[in-house]
């Protein structure tokens, strides 16, 4: 079956850095989008970073800071994130959607499998 594991959170320093794992199966992510969400308390679920065969997207917010990248002899999405900032502190998921129109990608509703999630904590 269609899993998503995501792990690689942990502590870390303002200006630290830390890179996320998002671990597929069942499925070949050559035919998926998949994009990387956050969640603080008190906010609201928020796209971060988005790829898929064609193209790369990231959120204004940490767009110079974060990358995504793909290795696809593990069927694994990676998001490296530099220059970490206090504001970044959220739990973090990976999540699975049919290829989107490149409008439609920080959009929680067409995601259609959903990693657990991992805690990102910033703090000096």
């Known amino acids: 079956e269609v899993q998503l594991q995501a792990s690689g959170g942990g502590l870390v320093q303002p200006g630290g850095s830390l890179r996320l794992s998002c671990a597929a199966s069942?499925?070949?992510?050559?035919?998926?989008?998949i994009g990387w969400f956050r969640q603080a308390p008190g906010k609201e679920r928020e796209g971060v970073s988005y790829i898929n065969v064609g193209r790369k997207l990231y959120a204004d917010s940490v767009k110079g800071r974060f990358t995504i990248s793909r290795d696809d002899a593990k069927n694994t999405v990676h998001l490296q994130m530099n220059s970490l900032k206090l504001e970044d502190t959220a739990v973090y998921y990976c999540?699975?959607?049919?290829?989107?129109?490149?409008?439609?990608?920080?959009?929680?509703?067409?995601?259609?499998?959903w990693g657990q999630g991992t805690l990102v904590t910033v703090s000096s």
């Open positions: 069942g499925f070949e992510l050559d035919a998926y989008g």
């Open positions: 999540a699975r959607a049919p290829r989107l129109p490149s409008g439609l990608w920080r959009a929680p509703p067409y995601y259609t499998h």
